[in-house]
């Protein structure tokens, strides 16, 4: 049962931290995205990837976060240094063809950040 | 810029009786897909149901349908017999169709929470 998998699944930090997600992709995806939950904003897109290369990051905080792909098996969004106001559930999700087919999402990364 | 609008932040449903969840939208573009994912207390975010706009035929899962009105731009997901299990956050979902460019990402609404009483 192929699946997206996150790391950590919960992470607490002390503000001016650096804070590294995981994410794994199901094999054979050609699409990554990054997608923050917080109560005020509900689900907002962070950045999107297809075939590794960056498509869409405007809705990342250029300053302190950045999103990478070193290879098709991993996706790592980075924030440097970490605030409060970044406390939040992030999601990767993958897809094949990214017109047509469904995102399937990993567990999330809680992040509270102090 | 597409939106996602659930009105119904809450709704209750009686176990084996049948619920709706509303979802409308607005876009100018013809072809796209609509979804509902379900989170559960787990947060994992879990599809539902898909439809694609060019589809005239209702989308069905199991207890799981939609009402998909493409000239009034409304999603509405109808579960019947509901279970306690259904239990969950659902959240309707736009993605554009268009090829090319960036746009592949889901835009969602702000969900609703769904409770089922025994």
């Known amino acids: 049962d192929a699946r997206v998998t996150q790391t950590p699944r919960h992470k607490v930090t002390e503000m001016g931290q650096e804070v590294t997600m995981r994410c794994q992709p199901i094999?054979?995806?050609?699409?990554v995205f990054w997608y923050r939950q917080t109560m005020m904003q509900g689900l907002e897109l962070l950045a999107y990837?297809?075939?590794?290369?960056?498509?869409?990051d405007s809705g990342m905080p250029k300053d302190r976060f950045s999103a990478e792909m070193p290879d098709a098996t991993l996706a790592t969004l980075k924030i440097q240094p970490s605030e409060p106001r970044d406390s939040a559930v992030y999601f990767c999700a993958s897809g094949w063809r990214e017109f047509t087919d469904t995102q399937y999402f990993g567990p999330g990364t809680r992040l509270t950040v102090l | 810029a597409q939106t996602v609008t659930q009105s119904q932040p809450e709704m209750s449903v009686q176990e084996a009786e049948t619920v709706t969840l509303s979802c409308t939208y607005d876009?100018?573009?013809?072809?796209?897909?609509l979804f509902w994912y379900k989170q559960p207390p787990s947060r994992q975010m879990i599809l539902v149901i898909r439809?694609?706009?060019?589809?005239?035929q209702n989308a069905t899962e199991n207890r799981f349908s939609v009402n998909f009105q493409k000239a009034a731009k409304s999603f509405s997901l109808k579960i019947s017999d509901s279970q306690l299990g259904d239990a969950a956050m659902y959240f309707c979902?736009?993605?554009?169709?268009?090829?090319?460019?960036?746009?592949?990402?889901?835009?969602f609404g702000k969900g609703t929470k769904l409770s089922v009483k025994p």
């Open positions: 439809q694609e706009a060019y589809k005239q």
């Open positions: 876009t100018s573009e013809s072809d796209y897909y």
């Open positions: 990837f297809r075939n590794r290369a960056p498509l869409d």
């Open positions: 979902a736009y993605r554009s169709a268009l090829y090319g460019g960036s746009q592949g990402n889901l835009i």
């Open positions: 094999l054979g995806h050609n699409t």
